[in-house]
């Protein structure tokens, strides 16, 4: 019987299959507790697990990687939106062009190498993680408020542009290498649309299930996704994604900002070894 790209073995019995399942379901608490806290993309666990853990191959995982970012992103968001921490009015553009982005991504991945690729988010997460870390160890907010009693100064034409260009970009990569952007869009709402952290974090996680969503039907369509694995990954990763997205809007910012610090350090080392 197949299933994607993958033949399961329905007769399979005894510690092999037992062990398949621990894996993936290890492999969606992971995600989903990473997801939750930061609005990471299932890649850096996902990707390396299924190929290096489970033998699948590549491109099965990026597409299995894509589909569970849809439901984990989608939950989470709806933890962070309970809160009144997502916001899709400038937002929506760096949605829109992840969308389109995605679609690009999966047509180059079928004609272009990523290794180079792959290399260069490495090295921006890396960069990206001193920042992170050098706020949370001063206790500093990574965007400065306005005074109070004055209302954020919305961005400009130029600015949402830029930001809407930025998610098509975002939007290749998550084709491309099955990133679906989720600390990019982060980046892009904390430093472009000037987003406190957790309200970059809430809309960038639903800017991530868009993307993921039309990654993955691209990846579908080729049968490029591990059925059983995206479900058992998915509903472990869902469950544990609400309750750490829950108890992460809980806790000082300062350590929500040291732990993606050093989750973004992980990302970018992992993606410059590999």
């Known amino acids: 019987m197949k299933i994607g790209a993958r033949e399961l073995n329905v007769t399979c019995r005894g510690a092999l299959c037992e062990m398949d399942i621990v894996v993936y379901l290890i492999i969606g608490l992971i995600t989903g507790a990473l997801t939750g806290f930061s609005g990471a993309s299932a890649v850096v666990i996902v990707v390396p697990a299924l190929t290096l853990g ?27 939106a309970r809160q009144r921490h997502v916001a899709f009015n400038q937002g929506a ?15 180059l ?43 954020p100064k919305p961005p400009n034409w130029k600015v949402v542009a830029a930001v809407s260009a930025w998610g098509f970009l975002i939007g290749n990569i998550s084709g491309l290498i099955g990133a679906s952007g989720g600390i990019l869009f982060l980046v892009a709402l904390l430093y472009g649309l000037r ?22 039907l ?38 929500q900002v040291g732990g993606t610090g050093l989750l973004l350090f992980a990302v970018g080392l992992w993606m410059l070894i590999h």
């Open 109 to 151: 991945s079928h004609h272009i190498p990523t290794a180079w690729l792959t290399v260069a988010f490495g090295i921006f997460m890396v960069a990206m993680s001193w920042n992170f870390l050098s706020h949370a160890w001063r206790n500093i907010p990574l965007i400065t408020p306005p005074p109070a009693g004055q209302a």
């Open 218 to 255: 691209g990846y579908g369509w080729h049968h490029e996704i591990d059925v059983i694995g995206f479900l058992l990954i998915g509903v472990i990763a869902v469950i544990t994604g609400y309750l750490v997205a829950h108890y992460a809007q809980g806790i000082r910012e300062r350590y």
């Open 93 to 107: 553009l760096l949605m829109g062009g992840a969308m389109a982005g995605a679609q690009t991504g999966v047509i």
């Open 195 to 216: 987003y406190p952290l957790r309200t970059a974090i809430g809309t960038g996680t639903a800017a991530m299930a868009l993307s993921a969503l039309s990654g993955a």
């Open 54 to 80: 489970m033998h699948i191959p590549f491109r099965t995982a990026v597409g299995t990687s894509l589909a569970v970012d849809v439901v984990t992103s989608v939950t989470v968001a709806w933890s962070y």
